[in-house]
């Protein structure tokens, strides 16, 4: 999806059971008033990569209804499980591993949490919103059971405000390391390329980090170096969500968890309190990690990834080294040590 997304609902009102998560927040539009839901079942919600527009959904039903009514809702009896994070760092395989009914479900990217943090980036006060929204986000699909909550890596501008509406809430933020993150761009379409500068804007203006930089930071040379700029932006956001949520957030790195994928969803189910039985995530721990977590048909592991940025890193060594020069001098030093290594 674009950097910011838009949105104006209209149609007629219907009414939903906001009571029953099958009636699923799909959509939002803070200035019209009015809130989409899209009644899903657990089948849509594991076959679709991502819950926005990408949805396998033609001829779901679908509802339009006054958004100010669910400020009053009731509040949901557990808040989510959260699932941040930086992105090229396998949060989406992360998330599939801990979507294990009943005992959990794990909806990817929301776009109705996307639509708040374009509302917080545009500068606008989100802050009453965030709770209703999620409460809804949490609602049980089974009796017992727990939701996780993967954000888009653009919502990190609300991820401390999110947290703090839930200050019983536990959180995971998955990152990555520099040059692994500039070289997973390598793989991408000159579409998303383009939009690179932008998402490293957006990420700035959500912290602190652009006032430590110089003027050269803030324009940088090329596209791998702009995707460094990204990355230390989403480093800053990221250690103030740490230093702000405490023992309630646990910063892992994707080299630790694709070092040993199976442990790595056992102990991030123990830290978020999911109550998971161990065998059978280790199960489906096995089964997940050996496709493509979006395109699950396609056979695919960490062994095949590695190959892939060593031929990448091969291939374009000269631009990755350019661009880890330029960061070297540009970036790093106006990060604390901490900030850069951020594995707990």
């Known amino acids: 999806m674009d950097a910011r997304s838009t949105s104006s609902l209209t149609g007629p009102l219907a009414p939903v059971d906001a009571g029953d998560a099958t009636w699923f927040p799909f959509d939002v539009d803070l200035a019209g008033d009015r809130m989409q839901w899209l009644r899903c079942d657990e089948a849509l919600i594991q076959a679709s990569v991502f819950l926005d ?41 992360l998330a599939r591993l801990l979507h294990l009914t009943p005992y959990s479900v794990a909806l990817r990217e929301p776009l109705v949490l996307r639509r708040l943090s374009d509302e917080a980036d545009a500068g606008r006060d989100v802050s009453s919103w965030l709770r209703p929204i999620i409460d809804l986000l949490a609602r049980p699909w089974h009796p017992d059971g727990r939701v996780v909550v993967k954000p888009t890596h653009a919502a990190l501008n609300i991820a401390r405000p999110a947290m703090a509406a839930c200050p019983e809430a536990r959180a995971i933020v998955l990152t990555s390391g520099l040059e692994d993150f500039i ?44 995707a460094a700029l990204q990355w230390a932006a989403q480093r800053d956001l990221v250690a103030a969500l740490q230093e702000q949520g405490g023992e309630r957030v646990r910063v892992l790195d994707w080299a630790r968890v694709g070092a040993n994928i199976e442990d790595a969803a056992v102990a991030a189910a123990a830290f978020l309190h999911l ?12 089964q997940l990690a050996a496709s493509h977590s ?36 540009h970036l790093l030093p106006f990060l604390p040590a901490e900030t850069r290594s951020m594995d707990v």
């Open 275 to 286: 109550p998971l039985p161990d065998e059978a995530l280790r199960t489906q721990a096995r």
């Open 183 to 226: 070289v997973s761009h390598l793989k991408k379409t000159p579409e998303t390329l383009a939009n690179v500068p932008v998402l490293a804007a957006r990420a700035l203006r959500a912290g602190t980090l652009a006032a430590r930089l110089s003027e050269g930071a803030l324009e940088p040379p090329s596209v791998l170096a702009a």
């Open 53 to 93: 527009p990408r949805m396998p959904a033609e001829g779901r039903p679908q509802a339009l209804t006054p958004l100010a009514p669910v400020a009053s809702l009731p509040r949901a009896a557990r808040a989510p499980a959260w699932l941040w994070h930086t992105s090229f760092c396998g949060s989406t395989l």
């Open 294 to 329: 979006k395109a699950s048909s396609r056979p695919y592991d960490v062994h095949v990834r590695d190959r892939e940025h060593l031929l990448l890193r091969t291939t374009y060594a000269k631009e990755v080294a350019d661009a880890m020069r330029w960061a070297e001098r």
